[in-house]
């Protein structure tokens, strides 16, 4: 300590720095502990690193997979003449090749009426709508044409009755002339009102002799509006007419009444507005509902064959 203090003295004096000298050094420190907390068998556990978030990418290709699952585009098949008539599905999406200088026309349903027409790129393409025919057979026409060559757009047309997505095109090549569409949902709802309508038309059945009908049949009960207008039979089977509004509303099953009042339902046929029942019976039951069922009730007279006709 006494040879340090003179020289520190003299250096600050001159003004010049003097080194301290290195402290002692402390005795070795003792190993770190790990804070990490400690599992069931006692071993520290590793923290986990913190897990990045993956940022999910636009769908882009699903989008552009399900654009060409649901395109359709003209074959030669689909022609008829010069037009290119495609079957409507609702979702899909119709390919229309134009041209500049060529109009491509679109024609709607007969009695379709048109709603709204809206295109992606409506300053390059001209668009517009008329009419041909008129009352039933009138018929809403869209007319589309480019401005050039290498453009592309869609075009959407809603209606009263579906809404159709086309994807336009143009190009430098030949143009499609017209463009329509077949409707086989339409048409198998017309079959099957044809054969509905066939049907109720056709006679009941054939071979029957008038003098083996009865007609003796009392139907009583409930009057809802599908109450039978009349039962009859013709020794063999038993025929329930009911009004036309059957065929439009909800029909109720036929139950056959014993001689002890229990009943049990009964195989009959619906033919147009008959119920056709393969035998004869005393009393029957048509029940339509659980709570406060309606009920209407057919008994059979002890009539002779061929009497009360038309009654």
């Not at 804070?35 to 290709?61: K, N």
């Amino acid at each position: 300590m006494n040879g340090i203090a003179p020289i520190m003295a003299a250096s600050l004096l001159l003004g010049t720095a003097v080194a301290t000298p290195p402290a002692r050094t402390a005795s070795p420190a003792a190993p770190a502990v790990s804070t990490a907390p400690a599992s069931a068998s006692g071993r520290a556990q590793m923290p986990r690193r913190p897990t990045r978030r993956l940022h999910a990418r636009p769908p882009a290709g699903a989008i552009a997979a399900a654009k060409r699952r649901a395109t359709a585009e003209p074959a030669a098949a689909g022609f008829l003449n010069a037009v290119q008539v495609y079957a409507f599905a609702d979702g899909a999406l119709y390919k229309l090749y134009a041209a500049p200088e060529r109009v491509t026309d679109i024609a709607l349903q007969p009695g379709e009426s048109l709603v709204a027409v809206a295109a992606g790129d409506t300053a390059r393409w001209v668009i517009g709508d008329t009419s041909s025919g008129s009352g039933a057979d009138k018929r809403t026409h869209i007319l589309v044409k480019p401005f050039a060559p290498g453009l592309a757009t869609n075009l959407v047309i809603t209606t009263d009755r579906r809404t159709y997505h086309l994807a336009l095109v143009s190009s430098s090549g030949p143009a499609m002339a017209g463009l329509a569409w077949s409707y086989p949902q339409d048409d198998l709802v017309a079959l099957r009102a044809a054969a509905a309508q066939a049907e109720a038309k056709a006679p009941v059945a054939s071979g029957i002799s008038l003098d083996q009908l009865r007609f003796d049949y009392v139907v009583s009960g409930d009057t809802p509006p599908w109450r039978p207008l009349r039962a009859f039979d013709d020794g063999r089977q038993t025929f329930i007419e009911f009004p036309e509004s059957l065929a439009t509303g909800e029909a109720p099953p036929l139950f056959l009444v014993d001689a002890k009042g229990e009943a049990q339902l009964v195989n009959y046929r619906v033919q147009g507005r008959f119920y056709i029942v393969d035998r004869l019976f005393d009393v029957a039951e048509l029940r339509l509902g659980a709570k406060d069922a309606q009920v209407v009730r057919i008994s059979r007279g002890t009539g002779e064959r061929g009497k009360g006709r038309g009654a």
